[in-house]
């Protein structure tokens, strides 16, 4: 079985989608004109680099809102929308799929899961017109269970064995991801391993009870972008600050 890059499909859909949406907001009286009010006479901008802020939110909201409607309100628009829709949503598209040891693993979404479930299968189960897929995360349920709008940005195992695997999780989507280690025979996040809060971290094995970190380590630790400068060498059972 040969395996499609993700960066591939998601260079087709761009191609399959881009034209149709560069027509759309070519057409006359799309575009609109963005007035911006602050006492910042060095940069009117500034606040807008407070990501998370109230202000800034609320501008990005009315934005949306207002290209949403304009886009709407074009002829093509739900035409467009449903066919693209149907494509991405379609139970018979493709599986992207990554394999590691015995198992076949994907990330699915639909119109049941929409925020998307880890699954796997053996690459025999896989050749089958109708593959039983195994759930190794719903993220759907996870987010509701603990309150949160987690993103799923992947699952990495420690090869050839694949027994200790890291789980990123984003709250929302962002760069910013939550990192758990997870158990893959139990399929259930592991109490005591390797876990860290919310940061624009790095993780990778070195072997079962050590990983190379770069995270947020306190004043110095990042640069303005709030990625880490440095990288640490983290042992099992000791805490974060002593890597």
Known sequence: MSRVPR???S??????LLPALAALLALPGLAADVGFASTDATDPY????????ARALDWVRAQNAAT??????QPLYQEL???????????????NVDQMGKWIYNFWKDDQHPRGIYRRATLEELRKPEPAWETVLDVDALAQREGKPWVFHGMDCLPPEY???????????????????FDPVKLAFEPAGFSVPTAKTSMAWLDADSVFI????????LTESGYPRTVRLWR????????
Do not use: Q
């Open 7 to 9: 960066h591939l499909w």
């Open 11 to 16: 260079r087709a859909r761009a191609a399959c």
């Open 46 to 53: 500034l606040w807008l680099e407070d990501i998370d802020g």
């Open 68 to 73: 949403e409607k304009k886009l709407a309100s």
């Open 81 to 95: 929308r449903s066919e693209a829709l149907a494509a991405l949503d379609s139970p018979s598209r493709l599986p």
């Open 163 to 181: 027994r200790e695997c890291l789980v990123s999780l984003s709250p929302g989507g962002g760069d910013a991801e939550e990192i758990r280690e």
């Open 214 to 221: 770069g995270s947020d380590f306190g004043p110095g630790s």
């Open 236 to 243: 099992r059972g000791t805490p974060l600050a002593k890597a």
